[in-house]
């Protein structure tokens, strides 16, 4: 054979075909024209584990990509196509080329044999493949046009195959002989339905709907049953095509091997790959070369590709754009989109920042510390004043545990941020700890993958009370789980977060150890005294944070460039060292604030003056700060100060800069020109009450610049009386300035002013990434408008301009729909071209009683349909505004009004656990047994969301316990699925099946064994749960049962 030529470049490639198997990739070698060596420039990442084979196909160039050796399924294929794409970024389309199971049906005129094709197409946007790109739709369309006049070139491909390849022949890929074709009744593997025969060996081809998932298909009887999903369209059953085609434009091409029965063999697959490589080799013949160059690259198109791809982090620069932010595992990072835990990695990072070498070491020596790191000690609260340290000691823990790990030792971490408002809940605190522990034990990821598979995928939220039974279980596979929980003062649901703590601590889990710290409140101490040992509170005393204190003080006197005019007076240092730990008394905020103010110093004098006379608290700190801000720059820092105390979240830099050029009442209201030349000198505006963070973006090596509040204690001076009361009183009039302008209804109407003015300052021609780019604070400004108007929406200017951006300012309008959707809030790229819901919807959705009462003035229709949730009456119900869901209804709402994600207004209120508005509508004449949404009626949803008093509201009101519908079947599954005891006990009370049918796990019994609800497995078998009925598993660990079994199958009609 002569040698092999190597084109120049990688990019010479534009045709990618998928082989799953060894034979599939030997028949489509045996298909090429000519076969190439690896391309000149072709370096494969280490990150690319497919094993490639490349060569020409007519005018084609074609890389062949073959998955790992057994490795069969959607997610392999998915694997496979990416680090290709990676790898050969000029491809314009995919070939999934191989072999399947016909579904022949030859008394409805579907007479497939084995060697047949199966061809993907779509139909009337049902079925077949997706979005594969118009040059092989109009391929296809040409291909089968020719087969109308002339006979397919297939037999005559495969015959010049074999003359190159003789061996082929006595390999099997040639036609294995009709008698060793048969077709047998499903009711009878043993009877063979006879069919007329065919006068030639000839394959013949079909067009229609391939059904693709990850189990082998071996038994008629479940075929069928699968078959029942997809419908008659199916013409062929295989495992690798869902993965790829809601993404990869593509086309999935079969060669018939077996009729997916008990008759299952292997006797006909390699002419089945033969065949079918033959029809993809005819059919790029009706791909015009020249038309390659006009169609969108395979890689462009792959915008959701992380969802189903594994064993990727590193890319080529033709593909970074699209994936550089993939994990290794595809199952975490689809567990990791769906819990959407927040990263505490953050906050450690900041935290070891501001640590000084050695502060910390006289805790990690301590023999309460030891003794909780071996196991003697289980739980310990450390207490400490503001600013005394307590974070950057919670690090120096974090840092420590980790220095000593072993195989059955996990260590888990959190820090409540006042800065962040997706760290300031338990149910975050819950997803992150669950999310850490799902990457640091790969045993324990059974238990999350169950809850994952039984929410749909996903597709559905787990509620707090399963996620926390989840966690609990996980932790049972590690010897020695230690949790390190920081600033339980910062967190906004205390009471809850007390509660669940106390519970984990009661367990009985023996290894578990919770180590957490916090300011010494009434309420935190009065609830960890009940259950926590005295000798496990530990206070963080005085003289030993001095000690780290004079550390940080003498490093930063000695070192910081701020001080470099004192380097060569070490009796300057000293005295400074000196006044500072005088009157230090352990709070390390205090200290740091004085240090900020004494490096402005400038000589001698100026220093001995401040250091006599500095604050006593870190209030009359914070007092000084402010009134020493530069009268130029006062009505600036006001602003930021307003973003920052009231904000959700920190603003990027970029942010603050543009926030600070809108004047509401300009004209225009924003002039890009006026902007900060230099962004980082915004940190001069009000320096020591903001600092500067860096935080890791989406890119995996770039980063962002965030202006955050210094700390704790400056948000709650700063939003306090204390603003007024700590001015010197020569000052008083600046520190009224500040406290009028720092209360939050004026920084609220402030803000919504702002926001406002600055979307009606943009374009709607340009893209949501264009627009984020050019306008900073668009997304921020999109994002939160409504949350700052929500308590500002008493003043009547708030209230003209939501009326004018709502009703007036269409193009605004618009650019607002394009950055955010305030039904998928989480969603950063809203979905293109979607038909947004009325302007009374949103303010329902968002709690705006006075814009929706003056847009029903305006004459709003209040029945309005659109929306996630269908009408305003049900998006107001699923947020719990009672005062909105009233006026609506008094307005002529349609209190039984059908429609949208929970079917009607009640059964959203009962999902939320809205009492109030539940009772309301059931006045109103709510249909209590109102059918439909995604939970069936009000009384499943109430119970899946564990809401006991909705749930109690609506059996009092005629609720039917049994009725049926939804995805959970029935309420008795939903209360057990969610670990809700007193509601299963209750709904048994009141008469409902225990053995009733229906969910993902098939019944209530089985959900709750597979959950691991022990007490509720108990009570439904005293109240006379089926162990064998159909589905049932006591003993399940992995939801094993028909109707589980069903539904992991994760069909996808292609």
Not at 648 to 660: F, G, Q, S, Y
Not at 672 to 690: A, F, G, N, Y
């Amino acid at each position: 054979m002569p040698p092999l030529k190597a084109l120049e470049s990688r990019d010479l490639y534009t045709v990618g075909w998928i082989a799953a198997l060894p034979l599939e990739r030997a028949a489509a070698m045996a298909l090429l024209d000519e076969r190439h060596e690896k391309p000149l420039d072709f370096v494969q990442p280490h990150c690319d584990p497919n094993s490639y084979t490349w060569g020409r196909i007519g005018d084609h160039n074609v890389v062949i990509a073959a998955l790992g050796a057994g490795k069969y399924g959607t997610t392999s294929a998915a694997a496979t196509a990416l680090p290709m794409l990676s790898s050969f970024p000029q491809i314009r389309f995919g070939l999934l080329v191989g072999i399947g199971a016909g579904i022949a049906r030859p008394d409805k005129g579907r007479d497939i044999r084995l060697g047949d094709v199966a061809v993907s197409q779509p139909r009337g946007g049902v079925g077949g493949v997706l979005h594969p790109p118009e040059i092989l739709l109009r391929a296809l369309a040409a291909l089968r046009a020719q087969h109308e006049l002339e006979p397919p070139k297939m037999l005559e491909y495969l015959e010049e195959a074999i003359a190159r390849y003789p061996k082929l022949a006595k390999q099997g890929y040639v036609h294995q002989g009709f008698e060793n074709d048969q077709l047998f009744k499903t009711s009878d593997s043993k009877e063979e339905i006879q069919r007329e025969p065919r006068d030639s060996t000839d394959p013949e081809i079909h067009y229609g709907i391939i059904a693709s998932g990850n189990t082998l298909f071996k038994d008629a009887d479940y075929r069928d049953k699968v078959l029942e999903e997809v419908g008659d369209e199916c013409i062929c059953l295989e495992m690798e095509a869902a993965g790829l085609m809601n993404n990869f434009p593509c086309i999935v091409i079969r060669g018939i091997c077996d009729y997916a029965d008990s008759h299952k063999s292997d006797r006909w697959q390699r002419y089945a790959a033969a065949t079918a490589a033959a029809y993809a080799k005819e059919l790029l013949a009706f791909v015009p070369i020249q038309d390659l160059q006009t169609t969108r690259k395979a890689i462009e198109m792959l915008e959701d590709i992380s969802e189903t791809v594994a064993d990727i982090h590193s890319i080529t620069t033709g593909t970074k754009a699209v994936v550089e932010n993939l994990n290794l595992d595809s199952q975490f990072d689809k567990v990791r989109r769906w819990l959407c835990p927040p990263d505490p990695s953050t906050n450690l990072n900041e935290a070891h920042k501001k640590r000084h070498q050695g502060t910390g070491s006289w805790f990690l020596e301590n023999q309460i510390f030891k003794q909780w790191k071996t196991g003697k000690r289980q739980h310990l609260w450390l207490h400490g004043l503001p600013g005394c340290g307590k974070t950057v000691l919670s690090a120096t823990i974090i840092e420590n545990l980790n220095q000593q790990l072993d195989a059955s030792h996990v260590v888990l971490f959190f820090f409540f941020d006042f800065t962040d408002a997706d760290k300031q809940s338990l149910d975050k605190l819950v997803r992150s700890l669950v999310a850490q522990l799902y990457s640091k034990c790969e045993e324990s990821r059974k238990e999350l993958n169950k809850l994952f598979s039984s929410c749909e995928d996903g597709h559905r939220q787990p509620t707090f009370e399963s996620l926390s039974t989840i966690f609990r279980q996980m932790t049972n596979y590690v010897a020695k789980t230690q949790i390190v929980i920081d600033a339980l003062d910062e967190c906004k649901t205390r009471r809850e977060l007390l509660s669940w703590m106390e519970s984990l601590t009661q367990s009985g889990h023996s290894g578990l150890h919770l180590l957490t710290t916090s300011r010494k409140e009434e309420d935190i101490e009065s609830e960890l005294q009940r259950w926590l040992h005295q000798g496990n509170v530990v206070p963080i005393q005085q003289d030993p944070v001095n000690d780290d204190i004079r550390l940080y003080v003498h490093e930063r006197v000695r070192n910081d460039r701020g001080f470099e005019r004192w380097h060569s007076e070490p009796s300057v240092q000293d005295e400074i060292e000196t006044e500072l730990m005088g009157k230090a008394n352990g709070m390390f905020r205090w200290a740091a604030c004085q240090l900020d103010i004494l490096q402005d110093c400038l000589d001698l004098r100026m220093l001995r003056k401040a250091l006599e006379s500095l604050p006593k608290t870190l209030e009359e700190t914070y007092a000084r700060i402010l009134a020493n801000i530069n009268e130029k720059h006062r009505q600036y820092a006001i602003r930021i100060l307003q973003f920052l105390t009231y904000s959700e979240r920190p603003l990027t830099i970029h942010e603050a800069v543009d926030l600070i050029v809108v004047e509401p009442n300009g004209s225009p209201p924003f002039d890009p020109k006026l902007r900060m030349p230099i962004p980082r000198e915004i940190m001069k505006i009000c320096p020591s009450l903001v600092s500067l963070v860096t935080r890791q973006s989406g890119d995996p090596v770039e980063t962002t610049m965030e202006l955050q509040l210094a700390h704790f204690s400056v948000q709650q001076y700063l939003s306090s009386e204390q603003v007024r009361e700590s001015f010197p009183k020569a000052m008083t009039g600046v520190g009224v300035i500040f406290h009028e302008g720092l209360k939050q209804y004026t920084a609220r109407v402030f803000i919504t002013r702002v926001c406002l003015a600055y979307l009606c300052q943009l374009d709607e021609q340009c893209s949501a990434d264009e627009i984020r780019s050019k306008f900073p604070l668009a997304q921020y400004s999109a994002q939160y408008w409504m949350d700052h108007a929500k308590p500002a929406e008493a003043d009547k200017d708030v209230q003209d301009r939501i009326l004018n951006f709502l009703l007036q300012q269409r193009q605004a309008y618009t650019v607002w729909g394009i950055l955010y959707d305030p039904d998928q809030p989480y969603t950063k790229n809203p979905r293109a071209f979607r038909i947004m819901a009325t302007a009374i919807y949103y303010a329902a959705l968002a709690g705006l009683r006075y814009t929706v009462e003056m847009l029903l003035e305006k004459g709003a229709n209040v029945n309005a349909e659109g929306g996630h949730y269908g009408s305003a009456l049900q998006a107001a119900s699923a947020e719990g505004h009672y005062d909105i869901v009233q006026l609506l209804l008094e307005k002529g709402a349609n209190v039984n009004a059908q429609g949208g994600h929970y079917g009607n207004a009640l059964q959203a209120a009962s999902a939320g656990g809205h009492h109030n508005v539940v009772q309301l509508l059931l006045e109103k004449g709510a249909n209590v047994n109102a059918e439909g949404g995604y939970d069936g009626t009000a009384l499943q949803a109430a119970s899946a969301g564990g809401h006991h008093n909705v749930v109690q509201l609506l059996l009092a009101k005629g609720a039917n316990v049994n009725a049926q519908g939804g995805y959970d079947g029935n309420a008795l599954y939903a209360a057990s699925a969610g670990g809700c005891n007193d509601i299963v006990q209750l709904l048994l009370e009141k008469g409902a099946n225990v053995n009733a049918q229906g969910g993902f796990y098939g019944n209530a019994l089985q959900t709750a064994s597979a959950r691991g609800h022990d007490d509720i497995v108990q009570l439904l078998l005293a109240k006379g749960a089926n162990v064998n009925a159909q589905g049932a598993n006591v003993n399940a660990q992995d939801g094993q049962g028909q109707k589980a079994q069903k539904s992991a199958l994760s069909l996808r009609a292609v």
